[in-house]
């Protein structure tokens, strides 16, 4: 393990958003863009800048995804991140994030996980501008010509030289800010952003320059933005789609588990069970590891590995619904999978289409090839000592 030194800042990285209006059918920062999720965007982000203690603050039921995107964004500033649970509100998120800080932090920076794209250089700028009483928010001149209105009746003209567009992260001197939310929370006022939290607790707020990168993921349209520029679009220049894309899958699982064996979706009772975390189901993991490839989203271990304690036992409907919405909100649909599996037993061929229609239907009802093949007495499949699995998928972009 790498010891480094105890930072004096910290960033509360707020990713609980739900997402409604992204449209994307679960939590927002868990969207991916490209092949990373929003959430691991907005991390690479955080820990190309100095090093700081960095708590995400993940949707409840979601803190084991959001802790494998800590971990494999920070390398080896591992120890540096935890994840905690967020609020049903902002502020209760925040809060949250406030009451995990170390005791040798003096600063605090707040931010959104839906700014994915902002440059580390911006995460900087802001913590070296704080001090002991002033906060710092980054912001971008106002350029559009700004009218004041009242239903469809234009009232006047709005100086924009007065205006600016706010982004993250924002900085803060610790303890006035603590003191603030408090104040915040026993009052029960919500603020629209940390700022002015801040301010109403009559502290000096200034600001630095922005980033047209760190815009703010919120509707369809921003995710299609993000895209474009992660693959080198240019203002102006056409959208660039996903393409389809094939991933690999492979598992071994060797005989020695408790219980019956699960293999393919089904329970086999007569035959001795494969050994594992869950329920050594090979051909099921094979296919998540041949899905998540496909995406860019990892392996299974990262997923769903011994740190994800709540899938130990899980079936294979568990672990291909949890993959078919991780590879959904990539922004792909799956074209089919192939798998095939080596062992002398169990004899497959009876129950062929059972497991295929049970494995289909987990994915949505995606294509599902199974094949069973054996080794002629060769290696550990062919003694009888285990068995190995290899998948194939294929992913379509969904538009």
Same mark, same amino acid.
């Given at each position: 393990?790498?010891?480094?030194?105890?930072?004096?800042?910290?960033?509360?990285?707020?990713?609980?958003?739900?997402?409604? +209006?992204?449209?994307?059918?679960?939590?927002?920062?868990?969207?991916?863009?490209?092949?990373?999720? *929003?959430?691991?965007?907005?991390?690479?982000?955080?820990?190309?800048?100095?090093?700081?203690?960095?708590?995400?603050?993940?949707?409840?039921?979601?803190?084991?995804?959001?802790?494998?995107?800590?971990?494999?964004?920070?390398?080896?500033?591992?120890?540096?991140?935890? !994840?905690?649970?967020?609020?049903?509100?902002?502020?209760?998120?925040?809060?949250?994030?406030?009451?995990?800080?170390?005791?040798?932090?003096?600063?605090?920076? !707040?931010?959104?996980?839906?700014?994915?794209?902002?440059?580390?250089?911006?995460?900087?700028?802001?913590?070296?501008?704080?001090?002991?009483?002033?906060?710092? *928010?980054?912001?971008?001149?106002?350029?559009?010509?700004?009218?004041?209105?009242? =239903?469809?009746?234009?009232?006047?003209?709005?100086?924009?030289?007065?205006?600016?567009?706010?982004?993250?992260?924002?900085?803060?001197?610790?303890?006035?800010?603590?003191?603030?939310?408090?104040?915040?929370?026993?009052?029960?006022?919500?603020?629209?952003?940390?700022?002015?939290?801040?301010?109403?607790?009559?502290?000096?707020?200034? &600001?630095?320059?922005?980033?047209?990168? =760190?815009?703010?993921?919120?509707?369809?349209?921003?995710?299609?933005?993000?895209? &474009?520029?992660?693959?080198?679009?240019?203002?102006?220049?056409?959208?660039?789609?996903?393409?389809?894309?094939?991933?690999?899958?492979?598992?071994? &699982?060797?005989?020695?588990?408790?219980?019956?064996?699960?293999?393919?979706?089904?329970?086999?009772?007569?035959?001795?069970?494969?050994?594992?975390?869950?329920?050594?189901?090979?051909?099921? &993991?094979?296919?998540?590891?041949?899905?998540?490839?496909?995406?860019?989203?990892?392996?299974?271990?990262?997923?769903?590995?011994?740190?994800?304690?709540?899938?130990?036992?899980?079936?294979?409907?568990?672990?291909?619904?949890?993959?078919?919405?991780?590879?959904?909100?990539?922004?792909? +649909? *799956?074209?089919?999978?192939?798998?095939?599996?080596?062992?002398? +037993?169990?004899?497959?061929?009876?129950?062929?289409?059972?497991?295929?229609?049970?494995?289909?239907?987990?994915?949505?009802?995606?294509?599902?090839?199974?094949?069973?093949?054996?080794?002629?007495?060769?290696?550990?499949?062919?003694?009888?000592?285990?068995?190995?699995?290899?998948?194939?998928?294929?992913? *379509?972009?969904?538009?």
């Amino acid at each position: 393990m790498t010891l480094l030194p105890v930072p004096d800042t910290a960033v509360i990285v707020v990713a609980a958003g739900s997402g409604t +209006r992204l449209r994307a059918g679960g939590p927002k920062a868990l969207v991916g863009i490209d092949g990373r999720s *929003i959430l691991r965007h907005a991390l690479d982000g955080v820990f190309a800048a100095r090093p700081m203690q960095v708590v995400v603050v993940a949707p409840a039921g979601f803190e084991g995804d959001a802790e494998s995107e800590l971990r494999a964004a920070a390398g080896e500033r591992a120890d540096l991140g935890r !994840v905690v649970t967020g609020g049903e509100t902002r502020q209760l998120s925040v809060a949250a994030g406030l009451a995990a800080l170390w005791g040798d932090v003096t600063r605090v920076l !707040v931010h959104d996980a839906a700014r994915a794209l902002t440059p580390a250089a911006q995460i900087d700028a802001v913590a070296d501008a704080v001090t002991d009483d002033a906060g710092v *928010i980054p912001v971008l001149p106002v350029v559009d010509t700004l009218k004041r209105v009242d =239903a469809a009746q234009v009232l006047s003209a709005v100086d924009r030289a007065e205006l600016a567009a706010a982004q993250t992260p924002q900085g803060f001197p610790r303890l006035p800010l603590e003191a603030a939310y408090a104040t915040a929370l026993a009052a029960a006022v919500e603020y629209t952003d940390d700022a002015a939290l801040y301010a109403a607790a009559g502290h000096p707020v200034r &600001h630095v320059a922005g980033s047209e990168r =760190a815009f703010k993921i919120t509707t369809p349209a921003d995710l299609e933005r993000a895209r &474009h520029l992660l693959a080198g679009g240019g203002p102006g220049a056409a959208s660039i789609p996903l393409v389809p894309s094939i991933g690999i899958g492979t598992d071994v &699982h060797a005989f020695g588990g408790e219980g019956s064996l699960w293999l393919a979706g089904l329970e086999w009772p007569d035959e001795p069970a494969l050994s594992g975390h869950s329920d050594g189901d090979a051909v099921a &993991h094979a296919i998540v590891d041949a899905l998540l490839s496909a995406a860019g989203l990892g392996d299974i271990g990262q997923h769903f590995g011994t740190a994800h304690p709540e899938y130990a036992g899980a079936h294979a409907d568990v672990f291909l619904a949890r993959t078919l919405e991780l590879v959904t909100a990539a922004g792909f +649909r *799956i074209g089919n999978v192939s798998v095939q599996f080596q062992g002398n +037993r169990p004899r497959f061929s009876a129950r062929r289409a059972e497991a295929e229609r049970v494995l289909s239907s987990a994915l949505g009802g995606a294509r599902v090839i199974v094949a069973a093949t054996t080794t002629d007495g060769l290696g550990f499949p062919g003694r009888g000592e285990g068995i190995a699995v290899m998948a194939v998928a294929l992913l *379509i972009p969904a538009s």
